[in-house]
């Protein structure tokens, strides 16, 4: 992973790039509330094949605030601007838990720039089948990124699948965690406030891959059975595992999102 410090109108970001296959597109990834590019990491050694582009969220891991609160059509511009820096007309997009919301705005505001789209661990926004209120509750603070004895403690609860019995992997995940601050962390749920996808989901036409944890205390599978229900080109698949299954499955749900990139499911 090369990773640097770009300015993209006005606002600095983290880049980083893993370089791939240049004659494929690169893939995208939006990831999840709070989260660093390194915490993709397990994700990216089992994967195969295009460039992968991430970035730190604005006011997340290394990507100073923004001077204003932001929507995920914010987003969708800055990442628009960011891929005319780096030279791509066009990419794959996968987005993780929160950072599907702008996946599916990029996927709808910049429709011809977005070839295929991975939706992972996500929801329609707003409006989506909620998980359990103290799961919510535990989500809606930083603290499990600031205090590695209370993530050891909840982690399990809260992701549910392969961490709720296996320690080791909460211990590889908060190795890579690269806190930078609450502000940023309250920007990302105040991004999603009454944001919703699901007026215009129907008008969206990129082929699309939807993912869902069987065992997904945050966002329930139902939701993942929503966005492919709703979305006119699209497949669905679940893993056995929780919320991170990227992460905790990586080698499965790698070879899957190849093998839709490559030729659909």
Known sequence: MQIALRDVGGQTLRVGIRPGDNGRPPLLIFN?????IELIQPFLDAFQGPEVVIFDMP??????????PYRPSTLARLT?????????????VLGVSWGGAPAQQFAFQQAKRCHRLVLAATSPGHL???????????????RRYKDP???RKIGGDIYGGALRNA??????HLGHV????????????????????????PFLRQPTLVMAGTDDPIVPVINGRILAKLI??????????????LLTSAKRSAGVIEKFLNHGV
């Open 32 to 36: 999840g509330i709070g989260a660093n």
């Open 59 to 68: 006011g997340v891991g290394g990507s100073p605030a923004p001077r204003l």
């Open 80 to 92: 628009a601007r960011l891929l005319d820096q780096l030279g791509h007309a066009e990419v794959d």
């Open 128 to 142: 989506m089948v909620p998980g359990r209120l103290n799961v919510l509750l535990k989500m809606a603070t930083p």
């Open 149 to 151: 004895d209370y993530m």
């Open 167 to 172: 320690p080791e992997l909460l211990r590889d």
């Open 178 to 201: 690269r806190w930078s601050s609450s502000y940023g962390y309250y920007l990302q749920l105040a991004a999603g406030f009454g944001w919703s996808s699901l007026p215009w989901l």
């Open 232 to 245: 006119p080109d699209s497949q669905f698949v679940t893993v056995d595992d929780g919320h991170l299954f």
